[in-house]
């Protein structure tokens, strides 16, 4: 009993660290953001790229709609387009363009941050992001057009609760999703722990260590990777940082970790809820999959061959 609750105790407290530094980062983005939104900022970035969404195939107001998702997140995005859906009828190929390029680009000031924090450099994070969503919104409509493939028109399966107006109902909100990641946390570390303690987690790094070394990442960020895969890139990016600044994991797959992560993060719950609002597997998940690996194969290869000095263009140089 003893053991057992000396190991508890271990993983409450090494979950309130972790959870601390996480939020280090996210509180005060998240009251920034809120600030922004409040002058307009939204607005502003939406007007930007409302041009943009015609490379994509997408009508001129959906800026909005991404704008709003890149600067809160996916479920601010969605209940941005629940009010435009009336008025701007979509197929299900450019509603899989739109989602798709959501979940490869959604909720930047924080995750980006994140990425930061763990020693990517800021501006790296955000252009892989942005550009990786744009390339890949382009790919996906010329070839849904090409096929004229899923050219129907979408519905909209789900509309999120209307939040209740006021700074009071927002925090509310906001304090309220930190309680729940501090708990997915716990529970996250409780089953590390344990898949340590009893030597699962040997036979996981050997499941996906052939794939991630193709790509290009070491075996100390297999773990960490898959965690931010399934469950999001807060706890991935967060155990990341952890294990970063305690030097276990080297620049180089912190960067790889970190570009996958940004592409390719909450496969289930976020892939779920973008077909929950029309868009379709075939780009909210198996187009992003591959053009996750495709992408991280060739930035890998790229920063291969360029000399080590240049490695401080992407990463953060540690101080001594």
Same mark, same amino acid.
Request: zero cysteines; glycine letters at 10%.
């Given at each position: +009993?003893?053991? +057992? @609750?000396?190991?508890?105790?271990?993983?409450?407290?090494?979950?309130?660290?972790?959870?601390?530094?996480?939020?280090?980062?996210? *509180?005060?983005? *998240?009251?920034?953001?809120?600030?922004?939104?409040?002058?307009? $900022?939204?607005?502003?970035? /939406?007007?930007?790229?409302?041009?943009?969404?015609?490379? !994509?195939?997408?009508?001129?107001? +959906?800026?909005?709609?991404?704008?709003? &998702?890149?600067?809160?997140?996916?479920?601010?995005?969605?209940?941005?387009?629940?009010?435009?859906?009336?008025?701007?009828?979509?197929?299900?190929?450019?509603?899989?363009?739109?989602?798709?390029?959501?979940?490869?680009?959604?909720? %930047?000031?924080?995750? !980006?941050? *994140?990425?930061?924090? $763990?020693? !990517?450099?800021?501006?790296?994070?955000?252009?892989?992001?942005?550009?990786?969503?744009?390339?890949?919104? &382009?790919?996906?409509?010329?070839?849904?057009?090409?096929?004229?493939? %899923?050219?129907?028109?979408?519905?909209?399966?789900?509309?999120?609760? @209307?939040?209740?107006?006021?700074?009071?109902?927002?925090?509310?909100?906001? #304090? $309220?999703?930190?309680?729940?990641?501090?708990?997915?946390? %716990?529970?996250?570390?409780?089953?590390?722990?344990?898949?340590?303690?009893?030597?699962?987690?040997?036979?996981?790094?050997?499941?996906?260590?052939? #794939? #991630?070394?193709?790509?290009? *990442?070491?075996?100390?960020?297999?773990?960490?990777? !898959?965690?931010?895969?399934?469950?999001?890139? /807060?706890?991935?990016?967060? =155990?990341?940082?952890?294990? $970063?600044?305690?030097?276990?994991? /080297?620049?180089?797959?912190?960067?790889?970790?970190?570009?996958?992560?940004?592409?390719?993060?909450?496969?289930?719950?976020?892939? =779920?809820?973008?077909?929950?609002?029309?868009?379709?597997?075939?780009?909210?998940?198996? &187009?992003?999959?591959?053009?996750?690996?495709?992408?991280?194969?060739?930035?890998?290869?790229?920063?291969?061959?360029?000399?080590?000095?240049?490695? /401080?263009?992407?990463?953060?140089?540690?101080?001594?």
């Amino acid at each position: +009993m003893r053991l +057992m @609750a000396n190991f508890l105790k271990s993983v409450v407290i090494e979950s309130t660290g972790f959870t601390f530094t996480l939020f280090k980062v996210m *509180i005060p983005l *998240i009251i920034l953001v809120k600030i922004l939104q409040e002058f307009g $900022a939204i607005s502003i970035v /939406s007007a930007l790229l409302e041009p943009v969404m015609g490379w !994509v195939g997408l009508p001129g107001s +959906m800026g909005l709609v991404w704008a709003t &998702a890149m600067l809160t997140n996916l479920y601010g995005g969605i209940a941005v387009f629940a009010s435009l859906s009336a008025e701007n009828g979509l197929t299900i190929a450019q509603m899989t363009v739109l989602t798709t390029m959501m979940l490869v680009a959604h909720a %930047l000031p924080v995750e !980006v941050a *994140i990425a930061r924090q $763990a020693g !990517v450099r800021y501006l790296v994070m955000l252009i892989i992001r942005l550009g990786s969503a744009l390339a890949l919104g &382009a790919l996906l409509n010329w070839i849904y057009l090409s096929g004229d493939w %899923l050219q129907g028109a979408a519905t909209l399966a789900w509309r999120p609760t @209307a939040l209740e107006p006021g700074l009071m109902a927002w925090a509310i909100n906001e #304090l $309220a999703g930190l309680g729940i990641i501090f708990l997915i946390i %716990l529970l996250l570390i409780l089953v590390l722990r344990t898949l340590d303690k009893i030597g699962a987690a040997i036979y996981l790094t050997r499941l996906f260590q052939p #794939l #991630l070394r193709l790509l290009g *990442i070491g075996d100390e960020a297999i773990n960490i990777t !898959v965690v931010g895969m399934t469950l999001g890139i /807060s706890y991935g990016g967060g =155990l990341l940082i952890k294990e $970063a600044k305690a030097g276990h994991v /080297s620049p180089k797959d912190v960067l790889f970790a970190m570009t996958l992560l940004g592409l390719s993060h909450s496969l289930i719950e976020d892939t =779920l809820l973008m077909l929950l609002v029309g868009g379709h597997i075939s780009g909210v998940f198996w &187009a992003r999959i591959f053009f996750t690996f495709a992408a991280v194969f060739l930035f890998v290869r790229l920063i291969a061959i360029l000399p080590d000095s240049r490695l /401080s263009w992407f990463v953060i140089p540690k101080k001594d």
